[in-house]
């Protein structure tokens, strides 16, 4: 049962985030105006709105779309300040004084690795306030010596026990929660999900898969390949261009790759692709959130060939097109929205072989309205209204057993 929003507006809660995230914000939005959370966010730095460098896409950057409108935000330090244009150096410097001075009913932390989010969680324990959980975990992104995961495990053991809920992503964020001792009325589902509203009106527009296609130079009858994401290695674009050299030379002809994303490995990436046997791809670079979805719609098939990929919101943003994907069994979101055989294929992480065979496999899927259906299914479940119906749940929860 929900609160009034008298109730609500007594219960306010605070996010502590390094930098505006285009996935995030909306969530924050639709916690404040539809479920009545009255949101404050803390962000250590703005530059992925007032422009920044990312390093692994190796440039410099701002979000095109608006992040922060419809809830409260509050910057500790600001670009034009002469502050950090970057994620890795953001400081919490003034966090806590912020805090003491905002007296949120609760605070939501979102990750535990990098130095600012440790500060946070310092500070909102130092303030006394409940702390929500909603960071990206999972136990199968990366393959850890065994001495190394059983110090994490029991770090992380001793660390969630000050947390008092936990909103988990998806199947693998639940288990990962549940193996380090984490009680079921502390877990609370708020998928990772994507804004679709952007996507939205690329469909709806009248530019055809063909129209587009002419514009980047593709092939009109080409199975186009989508990759979608930073170049550097832990994505994997490396083995899917050679993946594709291993498919039969009748396919290999007729396969395109479309990679969409910038970073340090392009220029090795464009050398690889001219080798013997040569792969055709366009390069289309760097491209901002509004600009995704012509590439979306010139694809046939998404492919996901992370080596550690805590979750993947390419898929759900594929799936939204209803295209199948293809993901390696280190990407977080895999069992969650791949289905072998149905709506796409799961291979193994750095394995040309296995992702060439998921290839093959996958390319009878392309075309077919009932994937597309099962696609754009699974996205109901991973909504941005589930996604804040679960902390709008969580933080409810919490504020209420400390009145």
Known sequence: MRASSSDNSRRALTVIQTHPVQYHAPIYQLLQQRFGVEMHVIYGSDFSVAGGFDRKFGKKFAWDIDLLSGYESHFLSRVSNGASASVEDVTAKGLLRLLKELRPAA???????????????????SARLPILFRGEVNDNARVRRPLKDAIRRCVLRTLYRRFDAFLYLGQRSREHYERHGCPASKLFFSPYSADHSVHKKHLENSE???????TLGISEDATVILFAGKLYEAKGP?????????????VRKRTELLLVGDGEMRADLESLVRQEPAVKAYFAGFRNQTELGRFYKAADLLVLPSFSETWGLVVNEALFYGLPCVVTDRVGSAPDLVRPGFNGEICQARSADSLAAAL?????LIGDPGVAKICQQLMNRYSLENAAKGIYDAHFTVTSRKK
Do not use: C, D
């Not at 990750?111 to 500060?119: A, I, P, S, T, V």
């Not at 490396?238 to 009748?250: D, F, K, Q, Y």
């Not at 093959?360 to 009878?364: E, L, M």
């Open 107 to 125: 605070v939501m932390i979102v990750g535990y690795n990098r130095r600012f989010h440790q500060y946070a969680i310092f500070a909102a324990l």
């Open 208 to 214: 055809s898969k063909t129209e587009i296609r002419r």
């Open 360 to 364: 093959q496999r996958s390319y009878r």
């Open 238 to 250: 490396g083995v899917l261009i050679e993946a594709v050299r291993r498919l039969p030379e009748s």
